[in-house]
């Protein structure tokens, strides 16, 4: 599985961004989606996630702001992001993952995501 992860960038606190992650090489409705971030000097954590059947889970940072879905048919996972405060200043990935097979795990490039005060 391929991802590409787009619609980063700069954006003033307040502010919303939405991020998409297309996949190519396999279908993502066998995968539960996922959408990390890393910010500088820090270790990568979870965003949210997206079973395949749509239960989705957030971490407490982001709770009631941001929103993540997926559109098997478009082969896309989004990550709504609202309220964004300079916290959410990041490098956004996507991830795929098989739930019942812990190899195929794959991750997409990552998308710049700047927080202004």
């Known amino acids: 599985v391929q991802l590409q992860a787009c619609g980063g960038g700069l954006v003033q606190a307040g502010g919303s961004l939405s991020l998409s992650c297309a996949a190519s090489g396999s279908t993502i409705s066998i995968y539960s989606m996922g959408w990390y971030r890393q910010a500088p000097g820090k270790q990568r954590e979870l965003v949210a996630t997206i079973t395949i059947n749509g239960v989705t889970n957030y971490a407490d940072a982001v709770k009631g702001r941001f929103t993540i879905s997926r559109d098997n048919a478009k082969n896309t996972v989004y990550l709504q992001m609202n309220s964004l405060k300079p916290d959410d200043t990041a490098v956004y990935y996507c991830?795929?993952?098989?739930?019942?097979?812990?190899?195929?795990?794959?991750w997409g490039q990552g998308t710049l995501v700047t927080v202004s005060q």
């Open positions: 991830k795929a993952g098989h739930p019942y097979l812990s190899s195929r795990v794959y």
